[in-house]
């Protein structure tokens, strides 16, 4: 069974750095992408980033390039999403999902539990 | 976003819905998802018109240019919730995995 499994909720202050995580299961991490997408209440799903794991070949949102850093670890199992300094707009859920595609046709068919980040002073 | 749905939609029980997608380009599918309150998304259409296993055939796609639609029909409640298209774009100054803006269902 496909399982995507993140890591808890966070409360951080403005200019603090963050790491979340997705832990994958069931299936052959390397060789599929895994993306984030955040979600903001009633400003509907934003795609940030992706990555396949194999060789770590990365695209990332043109408005968020610079602002986040997304990685994988092929001996966890494991993606990442980093902040390097949090601001107050960075709040938001943030899910992580599996997509056999990197570009072009891709979509996303296993999603994690989602990770909700509070950034506040 | 590049992607235009409807702020939202409703209907009767056992009635039927369509939600549009417009602005996708002709040279990529159309895929949907339901996101029901405080629940990942699901994933609900592929490729403009495939259903994944599971996935009720109350629920269909179909695109034609740069239009694509979800139906619902024999509305029930548990459908309600906002509902996002996805394509891909390649016009914004990079390539990027685009969302639609969402349409909320509401079974009246």
């Known amino acids: 069974e496909v399982q995507l499994v993140q890591s808890g909720a966070e409360m951080k202050k403005p200019g603090e750095s963050l790491k979340i995580s997705c832990k994958a299961s069931?299936?052959?991490?390397?060789?599929?992408?895994i993306g984030w997408v955040r979600h903001v209440p009633g400003k509907g799903l934003e795609w940030m980033a992706i990555?396949?794991?194999?060789?770590?070949?990365?695209t990332y949102s043109p408005s968020l390039q610079g602002l986040v850093t997304i990685s994988a670890d092929t001996s966890m199992n494991t993606a990442y999403l980093e902040w390097s300094s949090l601001r107050a707009s960075d709040s938001a859920t943030y899910f992580c999902?599996?997509?056999?595609?990197?570009?072009?046709?891709?979509?996303?068919?296993?999603w994690g539990q989602g990770t909700v980040v509070t950034v506040s002073s | 976003s590049v992607l235009t749905q409807p702020p939202s939609v409703s209907g009767a029980p056992g009635q039927s819905v369509t939600i549009s997608c417009t602005g996708a380009?002709?040279?990529?599918?159309v895929h949907w998802y339901q996101h029901l309150p405080g629940a990942a998304p699901k994933f609900l259409i592929y490729g403009n018109y495939n259903r994944p296993s599971g996935v009720p055939d109350r629920f269909s796609g179909s695109k034609s240019g740069t239009s694509a639609f979800l139906a619902i029909s024999g509305l029930q409640a548990e459908d309600e919730g906002v509902y996002y298209c996805?394509?891909?774009?390649?016009?914004?100054?990079?390539?990027?995995?685009?969302f639609g803006g969402g349409t909320k269902v509401t079974v009246l």
């Open positions: 380009s002709s040279d990529f599918d």
């Open positions: 999902a599996r997509s056999e595609a990197g570009i072009g046709t891709g979509f996303f068919d296993f």
């Open positions: 069931g299936y052959n991490f390397d060789i599929y992408w």
């Open positions: 996805q394509s891909y774009d390649s016009s914004l100054g990079g390539s990027a995995w685009v």
């Open positions: 990555i396949y794991p194999e060789d770590s070949e990365t």
